[in-house]
């Protein structure tokens, strides 16, 4: 059985965090079970000894929320740490630090939290990111993305400035801006995954729909554009946004996800992963997807749909890359998030 977290919005009648069972020899999504009643925890992320950091929401306040994972499986609560506004809409872990980080949409900035020897956290650091961009969604800043580079720098997405931001991280969770690379008009950064080889990033478009190829410089901490492709098919005109990125642990396979073409769309990657070609779309059986994941085995693939309360499961061919459907309508209410433990 290969375990899994789920973070949802608590709009209708989710309670929060759940988990559910993939059993890899049945080839089925099976145990829906909450876990974490949570006040939309719509991103999380854990800890190798499984502290689980989340997004959170308290009434007026948002921020994120700390906790424990106990002997019998359950969670304990640590501590909340909040702000006025609306809670971050990403969460991601530095272990070797000892740090959380955190993007805010709605509020335009990053911050850091120290992690605490009982697994609780403290504010660190604050960054406000600044400007905007000529798409109706782009009148200021709308930070989507704030995780680690392979040299352990922060690399952030800033969807209403078009910006990709790069930092140097102090032991402390002191951000200091190294580099920054500035997508065409209208791309609206939201999220980014880095090539196995540490030298290729991906970069997905929410506004645009399109991935961006970047080369990376780990000296200098600056991305270069080297490709730029749609993620949907010639002729298509109605809304979409893009969401999650992943890439295949060999580096062969990009895969991303279309809300509105409600769509996988799969990318054969070359072999120095500068340029990657489309090699499938294959629909995700529910509407608005938006988080997926690769199991850590590579060999299924588990995706979030929002607007109809269901997960998918696909069955990954290693060899080729493409998908194809085992599972639709697992019910999972308000599902954004999906974080295999």
Do not use: W
């Not at 969670?75 to 809409?89: I, M, Q, S």
């Not at 506004?207 to 490709?227: C, N, P, R, W």
């Not at 946004?241 to 809300?259: Q, T, V």
């Amino acid at each position: 059985m290969q375990k899994i977290l789920l973070g949802s919005y608590t709009r209708k009648t989710s309670q929060g965090i759940y988990t559910i069972d993939l059993d890899t020899t049945k080839k089925e999504l099976v145990n829906l079970t909450s876990l974490i009643k949570e006040d939309n925890p719509t991103f999380l992320d854990t800890t190798t000894d499984e502290k689980l950091f989340a997004v959170s929401k308290d009434g007026d306040l948002g921020g994120v929320a700390a906790y424990k994972k106990e002997a019998d499986g359950t969670y304990t609560f640590l501590n909340r740490v909040t702000e006025e506004g609306a809670p971050p809409c990403y969460v991601a872990v530095d272990e070797v630090r000892g740090l959380v980080f955190g993007a805010n949409y709605h509020q335009g900035f990053l911050t850091s939290y120290k992690i605490n020897e009982n697994g609780s956290i403290t504010l660190a650091d604050h960054i406000q990111h600044e400007g905007s961009g000529p798409h109706e969604n782009q009148t200021g800043p709308h930070a989507h993305y704030a995780d680690l580079t392979p040299d352990n720098r922060l690399v952030a997405c800033d969807l209403g400035n078009d910006t990709v931001y790069t930092y140097d991280v102090s032991n402390e969770g002191n951000l200091t801006e190294v580099a920054t690379f500035k997508a065409n008009p209208g791309t609206g950064p939201r999220h980014l995954v880095f090539h196995p080889n540490n030298k290729v990033a991906y970069l997905f478009g929410e506004l645009s729909s399109e991935i961006v190829v970047l080369a990376y410089d780990e000296t200098t901490g600056i991305f270069t554009e080297k490709q730029v492709i749609s993620t949907l098919p010639e002729g298509f005109s109605d809304f979409n946004g893009g969401a999650a990125i992943r890439i295949s642990k060999d580096g062969k396979f990009l895969y991303a996800s279309n809300r509105g073409h409600n769509s996988l769309a799969v990318y054969k990657v070359s072999e120095e992963g500068l340029t990657i070609e489309l090699i499938q779309l294959i629909s995700v059986e529910g509407d608005f997807p938006r988080d997926f994941d690769i199991t850590p085995d590579q060999k299924f693939v588990v995706l979030a749909n929002q607007n109809t309360d269901n997960l998918t499961l696909f069955e990954r061919n290693e060899t080729t890359g493409e998908l194809s459907l085992l599972q639709k309508d697992v019910f999972a209410p308000e599902v954004v998030c999906v974080k295999f433990i």
